[in-house]
């Protein structure tokens, strides 16, 4: 593995997001003296808060899978989730989603086999369940067989598959299982019923395409959503990076809130200096770069050319009084509220040119206060819960609209559709204090107005993204859901680990246990 040359002592972390933080954490445990430099007042990135009068609400990711992950990064530094200043409490969500279709039925999702065998039996009736556990088989083998040498591993080059024998192993196993044929087509004929196949292939969504088109290899997803379990931390989502910065300042680390980094000075190649809005400049060994692919080249990293970006989202966040939301027809942390139409859905916003909103949307509610009742707001005597709605919708090189203009008329559509659903007085009572559209994501710098990165096709994916340490730098590696491995909470933690080995190396830093992930994975899939 390449790794950087020469002196690691002094490391500059830019972007205190959970890959950022990750990558600190690991390599302060490996005894280099790090700093994080953060433009926000906060910790946390695309999983950090939005402040509001009297309440704070998650302003990014609300699925929060594989927590061990987040143990690791902690462990790194000799601490665990109690330990930690302040500790964590992480619970799993039962269940982890409640969705609900188009013909007014609804289904529970749960990482319990027995218990999710139960509710598929009362949904789609007993053979569908039969058929349930094939699935749920084959979803955990193609997760099992890509995590340590695909997800968790760091590649020089698409030639590491042939090259590296335990890589090797695992592509030849990806292959014997079929894993690079598409997923949608897998799941729709191991599955009858089209509303339990919705559950298990929505999640390419968060790979950035259709799953008519997502390969099987992306089955690790709905594996983690529906198999590992969906967990939600006390106190938000939040709470992950605060006891992550924490962690990382009660073992020597250096943050610093509110510091924007503007570039790095570099001398023959090789970074010498990170500088910052002020003026000031940190003399470095090494750069951890956690920036957006959208907004590398202001810091001297050229961007890999025709990249493709994810669908972006319309979200929402607020307020709605307790008495409105109880009479909804669903009471569930996650709602995955199905419009009628599928494959139409996914023409709309994934389209690489012509994309628009969806005409008939299929939307994600959440109602963190329903898992964590000091989430409850009482103001003027009404008692209030935070909501936020996300709908997804095209990226700006696919649909180049103005959501400075459409993004309010938009949002009351939504919730015009939610009220026709059954969702009584949505459009009248739900306090919007924030709402975030592509030119939200654009305007800090993000690829294409998404939040959600490079999509993962093919040649974005694996050892074919963008690479964390990018040819041109000797010592700049980046981390974050633009490179390797990918979107999502668990990956950017990963992510920062893998930049971490890029600079210290795989081996150095006793006391990281990242092993035991996989083990305590595979025991608690035994008990489920």
Same mark, same amino acid.
């Given at each position: 593995?390449?790794?950087?040359?020469?002196?690691?002592?002094?490391?500059?972390?830019?972007?205190?997001? &959970?890959?950022?933080?990750?990558?600190?954490?690991?390599?302060?445990?490996?005894?280099?003296?790090?700093?994080? &430099?953060?433009?926000?007042?906060?910790?946390?990135?695309?999983?950090?808060?939005?402040?509001?009068?009297?309440?704070?609400? +998650?302003?990014?990711?609300?699925?929060?899978?594989?927590?061990?992950?987040?143990?690791?990064? &902690?462990?790194?530094?000799?601490?665990?989730?109690?330990?930690?200043?302040?500790?964590?409490?992480?619970?799993?969500?039962?269940?982890?989603?409640?969705? #609900?279709?188009?013909?007014?039925?609804?289904?529970?999702?749960?990482?319990?086999?027995?218990?999710?065998?139960?509710?598929?039996?009362?949904?789609?009736?007993?053979?569908?369940?039969? !058929?349930?556990?094939?699935?749920?088989?084959?979803?955990? !083998?193609?997760?099992?067989?890509?995590?340590?040498?695909?997800?968790?591993?760091?590649?020089?080059?698409?030639?590491?598959?042939?090259?590296?024998?335990?890589?090797?192993?695992? *592509?030849?196993?990806?292959?014997?299982?079929? %894993?690079?044929? #598409?997923?949608?087509?897998?799941?729709?004929?191991?599955?009858?019923?089209?509303?339990?196949?919705?559950?298990?292939?929505?999640?390419?969504?968060?790979?950035?395409?259709?799953?008519?088109?997502? &390969?099987?290899?992306?089955?690790?997803?709905?594996?983690?959503?529906?198999?590992?379990?969906?967990? $939600?931390?006390?106190?938000?989502?939040?709470?992950?990076? +605060?006891?992550?910065?924490? %962690? $990382?300042? /009660?073992?020597?680390?250096?943050?610093?809130?509110?510091?924007?980094?503007?570039?790095? +000075?570099?001398?023959?190649?090789?970074?010498?200096?990170?500088?910052?809005?002020?003026? #000031?400049?940190?003399?470095?060994?090494?750069?951890?770069?956690?920036?957006?692919?959208?907004?590398?080249?202001?810091?001297?990293?050229?961007?890999?050319?025709?990249?493709?970006?994810?669908?972006?989202?319309?979200?929402?966040?607020?307020?709605?009084?307790?008495?409105?939301?109880?009479?909804?027809?669903?009471?569930?942390?996650?709602?995955?509220?199905?419009?009628?139409?599928?494959?139409?859905?996914?023409?709309?916003?994934?389209?690489?040119?012509?994309? #628009?909103?969806?005409?008939?949307?299929?939307?994600? *509610?959440?109602?963190?206060?329903?898992?964590? @009742?000091?989430?409850?707001?009482?103001?003027?005597?009404?008692?209030?819960?935070?909501? =936020?709605?996300?709908?997804?919708?095209?990226?700006?090189?696919?649909?180049?609209?103005?959501?400075? !203009?459409?993004?309010?008329?938009?949002?009351?559509?939504?919730?015009?559709?939610?009220? /026709?659903?059954?969702?009584?007085?949505?459009? =009248?009572?739900?306090?919007?204090?924030? *709402?975030?559209?592509?030119?939200?994501?654009?305007?800090?710098?993000?690829?294409?107005?998404? @939040?959600?990165?490079?999509?993962?096709?093919?040649?974005?994916?694996?050892?074919?993204?963008?690479?964390?340490?990018?040819?041109? =730098?000797?010592?700049?590696?980046?981390?974050?859901?633009?490179?390797?491995?990918?979107?999502?909470?668990?990956?950017?933690?990963?992510?920062?680990?893998?930049?971490?080995?890029?600079?210290?190396?795989?081996? !150095?830093?006793?006391?990281?246990?990242?092993?035991?992930?996989?083990?305590? %994975?595979?025991?608690?899939? /035994?008990?489920?």
């Amino acid at each position: 593995m390449r790794t950087v040359r020469g002196p690691v002592d002094r490391v500059v972390v830019v972007g205190a997001g &959970l890959s950022g933080l990750s990558a600190a954490l690991y390599l302060t445990g490996a005894g280099c003296s790090v700093t994080v &430099l953060e433009r926000a007042d906060h910790p946390g990135g695309r999983m950090g808060r939005y402040r509001f009068d009297g309440y704070d609400i +998650d302003s990014g990711a609300t699925i929060l899978t594989l927590p061990e992950l987040v143990d690791d990064a &902690l462990a790194a530094v000799g601490l665990d989730t109690d330990s930690a200043v302040p500790p964590l409490r992480i619970r799993p969500l039962a269940p982890a989603y409640h969705a #609900r279709f188009a013909d007014g039925s609804d289904l529970r999702v749960y990482s319990d086999a027995d218990r999710m065998s139960a509710e598929v039996t009362r949904v789609c009736g007993p053979d569908e369940a039969v !058929r349930y556990r094939r699935l749920r088989d084959w979803l955990g !083998r193609v997760y099992r067989a890509e995590y340590d040498e695909f997800l968790a591993a760091n590649f020089d080059s698409p030639l590491d598959l042939v090259r590296i024998p335990a890589k090797r192993a695992a *592509l030849l196993d990806l292959v014997a299982l079929g %894993a690079f044929g #598409r997923l949608g087509r897998r799941v729709t004929r191991t599955l009858r019923d089209p509303r339990l196949s919705r559950l298990f292939t929505f999640q390419a969504l968060y790979a950035g395409m259709a799953p008519a088109q997502a &390969l099987g290899v992306y089955g690790a997803i709905p594996h983690m959503d529906t198999g590992l379990g969906v967990f $939600f931390p006390e106190g938000g989502m939040r709470a992950v990076a +605060d006891t992550l910065a924490g %962690a $990382f300042t /009660a073992a020597g680390g250096r943050l610093a809130l509110g510091t924007e980094v503007t570039g790095i +000075d570099y001398h023959l190649g090789r970074a010498q200096r990170v500088v910052t809005a002020g003026g #000031r400049t940190l003399p470095c060994d090494a750069v951890v770069l956690t920036a957006d692919l959208g907004s590398l080249d202001r810091f001297g990293v050229r961007p890999r050319r025709g990249l493709r970006a994810s669908p972006a989202a319309v979200v929402a966040h607020g307020l709605v009084p307790v008495a409105v939301t109880g009479q909804w027809p669903v009471q569930a942390h996650h709602t995955i509220d199905f419009g009628a139409a599928w494959a139409q859905t996914f023409r709309e916003i994934t389209a690489r040119r012509g994309g #628009r909103p969806m005409s008939d949307p299929s939307l994600l *509610l959440t109602r963190p206060a329903l898992s964590d @009742p000091g989430l409850y707001l009482i103001r003027d005597g009404v008692r209030y819960e935070p909501f =936020s709605l996300l709908a997804p919708c095209p990226n700006l090189d696919s649909a180049p609209l103005d959501w400075d !203009r459409l993004g309010p008329a938009y949002l009351r559509e939504l919730l015009s559709a939610l009220e /026709a659903r059954g969702y009584h007085r949505i459009t =009248s009572e739900f306090v919007v204090d924030r *709402l975030d559209t592509p030119a939200t994501w654009r305007d800090q710098g993000m690829i294409a107005g998404t @939040p959600f990165s490079a999509a993962h096709l093919f040649r974005q994916t694996g050892p074919f993204r963008s690479r964390n340490f990018p040819r041109g =730098s000797e010592n700049v590696v980046l981390a974050g859901c633009g490179t390797t491995p990918g979107v999502g909470v668990p990956t950017a933690l990963l992510s920062g680990k893998l930049a971490a080995q890029r600079i210290v190396g795989e081996n !150095r830093g006793a006391r990281t246990r990242a092993p035991a992930t996989v083990r305590r %994975a595979s025991r608690r899939e /035994a008990v489920n």
